[in-house]
Each structure stands twice: as structure tokens, then as C-alpha cells.
């Protein structure tokens, strides 16, 4: 047994933090306690880097933004400072020895992320705030490079894909209990509902998204394989929830987003070609663009608010362009995206700028009762029209260039399984689909800047990367 003298330096450790601890905690000041927690966070990076790595993705719908107190800056904890220590260390292991496989470089879907990060840097130089750039790139960077390129690593063990969805699901099951239970605390009201999922979520959007994303993968993991009875009962509890969750989320989007994954999945079913689905989007999006005028003036018929209590009502209330100050707000903003594309085409005003620059765009007729006239409500609400108006007609093209490569990648891999590798097939396709509810909902709203959103969608690509060449040297040998 070890003696106090042998163990002085521990005790001493011991009690100087101790009397730190009081003289914090006696000055209101909390955060000290944060300490312990980030040396073993430190310690897992270092000693446990594949574990910490897994685990962010339960840590990840259960982080929070201190923002909420600080008043100050926005960090999600405890995920973004993990992710920042693992890109960090993982880049200099790589200097020294490789970390990131080969053939993650090869992938068309790698080409892809890579011009886009590429351009996110050159508009960075021509921003009209360079430091917001800078910084939005550095974000991007610390999900890009922890979970694409070193997720690329932690996946090729099959058993790491399980583990990945299995916690990001467990870690949504706590936040959508928590926040159902607090808002039956309310008799499930609508109003109370865009805010009861705080401080896990910001508001109803987010998470109604995240809710939709996950139903797919719950699926599929009941369907992937002869779950043990326990396992069953589990997912069908969870399922259950999440179905629950989904509905009072009161987000039409994410509802929407559901019914558009169900077309897919069809179409998947019915192996219609991929060419063939972006012909017909090409043409319907021509159809649109020509029909605009028509089109419009049968939207301004459409009256349905979205504060009903009856469901198809609510999803109707989607179209709703003439009452319904949210779709109202939401095409101010797209307006603005819109002129500032136009007065920048190419290199846009430069990433993460949206938010300062989109007030002096806003016309009085497109203002509404939650407009603000200094513009500080927010992004453009539109994972593919922000970039437009941030980083120019290139912005937008790698933006797309990445959903057309993973979904080409990931419905090319479904069909590549055979029946004899049935529960990969089928987990990929639920993947797939929940990619799908993303973004369909990234039309409406956008949040790949946050851990929430972005964890899990550079998690399922780094997968397709990953299960796409081992597939490919298996047909080699």
C-alpha cells in the first residue's frame, strides 16, 4: 500500500484543488468545474482517441451551446472542444505517421468536400469581414476533418458503424424523452412546443430535423438483422418516441421531410436510374422557374395556418405565402440571398456573412411582423441559397456537388450488397433516407454549422467512402 509521503504530489494536487473549488464555488463561478471533466476528455483523446471519437456522437444531441449563458460567443460543449483536441492531434499523428486512409482521397465525394473547402477559403480572402470567414472555415474544418477523414479510419471496423449509430440514437432518445416530458408538463401546447426542447436544442426546427433523421436509422436497425427479443422491444420503445417526438415537434418540415424519404425509398425499391430522377428534377425545377408567376398567385390563395391543431391543415399551411409570417420571414430572406447574390455573383460576400449583410437588402414589402430592420435575425434559411449569397455561383455548385456524390455514392452502394450481407445493405439504406430528410428540411432551414446537424451527415458519408472501397477491393480479389 502506497504511503502519503510516496503520494504527496497527489495530495497536494488533491488539496490545492479542493481550495480552488471552494474560492470558485464561493464566488459564483461554476465553470471551474468544468476542469476535471476536460483533463479526461484530454486523457480519452490521447490514450482512447477511437472510444472519445464514438462517443462525441452520443455527447452530440445532448451538447450545449454556452452562448445561452455566456452572452458571448457560441461553443457547444462538449463536443466542439473534443472535436477541435481530435482534429489537432489527429493531424499531427498524421505528419508523423499516416492516419487518414489513401483511398479517402480518391473518393469523388473526397473531390467534392475538397472544392469546397477550397472555395470557402478563396471567398474568405475576398469577404467583406475576413475574420467571419476565417472562422467559418476553421468551424467547418473541425467537423471535416475529425469525422470525414478520421471517421474514414474508425469505420472500416464494421462493429464502429453500430456503435456510431447506436449512440447518436441513444443520445437522441434522452433529448426527445427530456423534452416530451417537459412539454406534457404544458398539455403538449403549440407555443410551448418551439421552445421546450431547450437548452439541448435551440428551437422546434432544429430538432424536429434531427427527430426526422433518426426515424430512418431506427428502422433500419429493427429490419437489419434477427434482433435478439430485448433488442426488439428496445427499438420498438424507441420508435415509439420517436414517432411521438416527431409529431409534437410541430415542425411541417420535418413531417414533410418524412413523407419525401417514403417517394425515395420507392424509388430505390423500383432501381429507377439515378439519371433519371435528375433529369426529372432538372425539368421540374425548369417547370417551376417558368411557371413562377401562376404558380404564385395559387399560393397566395392558400390561407391554412400553421397554429391549427389539425395535422393535414399544418402541412398544408407549408404553401401559406399570403398569412403565415414564418413562410413570410423565411422568403424575405431568400429575396435578400437572392440580391446579394446579384451584386456579387461570383465570389458572394464571403462565408458566414449572410447574417451581417442581409438587412440592407430586405425590401418593405417583404418585411413581416418578425423581421428585424438591423438584421440580426439570423442565416438565410436555405442550405443551398446561404452559400449562394455567401460565396457566389461556385458556392452553391460545391454545395450540390456534395449532395449529388453521397447520394450517388450511398444508393450505388445499397444496391452493390448482396443478400448475403443483408443487414449492411439494409442500414445503408436507412442512412440513405435519413440523409434524404436532411436535405429535403435544407431547402427550408439550414444547420450543418452546428455539431448537431453536422456530426451525424460527415459521419454516414465517411461510412459510404469507407464501405464503397471495401467493396471495391473485395470485387478485386
Not at 200 to 210: E, P, Q, S
Not at 284 to 295: E, K, N, Q, R, Y
Request: hydrophobic letters at 55%.
Amino acid at each position: 500500500m502506497l504511503t502519503l509521503r510516496e503520494n504527496k504530489w497527489l495530495f497536494l494536487s488533491c488539496a490545492v484543488f479542493c481550495a480552488l473549488s471552494l474560492y470558485f464555488a464561493w464566488n459564483d463561478n461554476w465553470f471551474f468545474f468544468l476542469i476535471p471533466a476536460v483533463l479526461l476528455a484530454v486523457y480519452g483523446a490521447v490514450f482512447h482517441m477511437e472510444f472519445t471519437f464514438l462517443l462525441l456522437f452520443f455527447f452530440t444531441p445532448v451538447s450545449i451551446n454556452i452562448e445561452e449563458y455566456t452572452k458571448s460567443f457560441g461553443l457547444f460543449i462538449p463536443t466542439e472542444p473534443m472535436l477541435f483536441g481530435i482534429m489537432i492531434l489527429v493531424v499531427a499523428q498524421h505528419l508523423y505517421k499516416r492516419v487518414f486512409p489513401v483511398y479517402v482521397f480518391h473518393s469523388y465525394l473526397s473531390w467534392a468536400i475538397g472544392f469546397y473547402l477550397f472555395w470557402i477559403f478563396l471567398t474568405s480572402i475576398t469577404s467583406s469581414d475576413q475574420v467571419v470567414s476565417l472562422k467559418f472555415l476553421l468551424a467547418k474544418l473541425w467537423f471535416i476533418i475529425p469525422v470525414f477523414l478520421y471517421g474514414s479510419q474508425v469505420f472500416q471496423q464494421r462493429r464502429n458503424i453500430l456503435f456510431f449509430l447506436w449512440l447518436f440514437i441513444a443520445g437522441m432518445t434522452i433529448t426527445m424523452s427530456y423534452t416530451l416530458i417537459v412539454h406534457a408538463s404544458h398539455q403538449f401546447g403549440e407555443e410551448e412546443g418551439h421552445w421546450v426542447m431547450n437548452p439541448l436544442f435551440k428551437d422546434h426546427t432544429i430538432y424536429g430535423a434531427l427527430v426526422a433523421f433518426i426515424l430512418p436509422l431506427v428502422v433500419a436497425l429493427y429490419f437489419s438483422k434477427r434482433q435478439p427479443p430485448i433488442v426488439q422491444f428496445l427499438l420498438i420503445i424507441i420508435f415509439a418516441i420517436n414517432v411521438t417526438a416527431l409529431y409534437f415537434s410541430y415542425t411541417r418540415a420535418a413531417w414533410l421531410s418524412i413523407i419525401i424519404a417514403l417517394i425515395v425509398l420507392a424509388f430505390i425499391k423500383l432501381r429507377i436510374k439515378f439519371s433519371w430522377i435528375l433529369t426529372a428534377t432538372a425539368i421540374a425545377g425548369l417547370v417551376v422557374f417558368f411557371s413562377w408567376t401562376s404558380i404564385q398567385q395559387a399560393l397566395e390563395k392558400n390561407d391554412a395556418e400553421h397554429t391549427t391543431e389539425e395535422f393535414g391543415e399544418r402541412l398544408e399551411s407549408v404553401s401559406n405565402v399570403t398569412t403565415d409570417a414564418s413562410n413570410l420571414e423565411r422568403l424575405n430572406r431568400w429575396s435578400c440571398a437572392w440580391e446579394m447574390f446579384n451584386e456579387r455573383p461570383v465570389f458572394g460576400f464571403g462565408p458566414g456573412t449572410y447574417a451581417f449583410e442581409y438587412a440592407r437588402f430586405q425590401e418593405p414589402e417583404n418585411l413581416t411582423i418578425i423581421s428585424t430592420n438591423f438584421g440580426d435575425g439570423g442565416n438565410a434559411h436555405s442550405e443551398y441559397l446561404g452559400p449562394l449569397a455567401e460565396m457566389g455561383v461556385f458556392g452553391l455548385i460545391s454545395v450540390l456537388a456534395i449532395v449529388a456524390a453521397i447520394f450517388y455514392l450511398g444508393i450505388t452502394l445499397y444496391n452493390s450488397f448482396d443478400r448475403k450481407d443483408h443487414e449492411m445493405r439494409v442500414l445503408v439504406l436507412g442512412m440513405v433516407l435519413a440523409l434524404v430528410t436532411y436535405f429535403f428540411h435544407g431547402i427550408l432551414n439550414n444547420y450543418l454549422d452546428t455539431d448537431k446537424a453536422a456530426m451525424p451527415i460527415w459521419a454516414i458519408a465517411a461510412i459510404f467512402v469507407t464501405l464503397d472501397y471495401q467493396n471495391r477491393q473485395k470485387k478485386r480479389i
